[in-house]
């Protein structure tokens, strides 16, 4: 299996980015995914959450109207379109994803089946 999220960058306030996640060995569609950060110098922190089939998502209180989750399963693709973004959301951002499907902003203390690497999100002027 392989993760590899991509889309991070360096962004000026106000401005959007939109995070991918490619997933391979395993299939999306049975697995409920979330995405992880953690801002410099601060613990992890969940941020937002897409069902297996695609019909429920959840968001932190911090990014609930600027941040929206979608996915392709036909691209094995998660995404996290990142809209009016600020310094505070800059960050090193996660994918996670789990068989076993849970309800709510990923809790970074969970146990994931499958974590990515990372794409770095630096938001300043």
């Known amino acids: 299996w392989r993760f590899v999220e991509s889309g991070g960058g360096l962004v000026q306030p ?46 932190a209180d911090s990014v609930k109207g600027r941040f929206t989750i979608s996915k392709e399963d036909a691209k094995n693709t998660v995404y996290l379109q990142m809209n009016s973004l600020k310094p505070e959301d800059s960050g090193n951002y996660y994918c996670v994803a789990k068989a076993r499907d849970w309800h709510g902003v990923p809790d970074p203390d969970m146990a994931y089946d499958y974590w990515g690497p990372g794409t770095q999100v630096t938001v300043s002027s």
């Open 14 to 59: 106000g401005g959007s980015l939109r995070l991918s996640c490619a997933i391979s060995g395993i299939t999306l569609a049975s697995y409920a995914v979330g995405w992880l950060r953690q801002p410099p110098e601060k613990e992890r922190e969940g941020v937002s959450y897409i069902s297996p089939s695609g019909e429920t998502t959840y968001y």
